[in-house]
């Protein structure tokens, strides 16, 4: 494997909710070998000290895996707080106005 020496150039990016922010040049050490996975570390969880396994997405963020052999597709409970919260009402929360 080479690595060379590459200067980015400074550019503008546009975030996924639309504003974009500027981007300083700088030089950056690469490979001469495609990226053709995404980045993924076998680590601790930092709350309950459990194996974990953090995936890097395509499209920016990260994704915590438990890290025990066999669950190597189940969400590790504590990095994936709020999950499968919705804007509806819950049905059984009875309303504050509703006891006047």
């Known amino acids: 494997m080479t690595e060379r020496w590459y200067f980015r150039k400074a550019h503008t990016r546009r975030l996924f909710r639309g504003r974009t922010i500027s981007v300083r040049g700088g030089w950056v050490l690469r490979g001469n070998e495609g990226r053709s996975k995404s980045a993924s570390f076998k680590r601790a969880c930092p709350i309950c000290n ?30 994936h707080l709020g999950e499968g919260l919705s804007a509806r009402r819950d049905e059984k929360t009875p309303d504050l106005f509703d006891f006047l």
């Open 50 to 79: 459990a194996p974990i396994l953090s995936v890097g997405m395509p499209r920016g963020g990260w994704v915590h895996f438990e890290g025990r052999n066999g669950l190597t597709r189940v969400k590790h409970p504590c990095l």
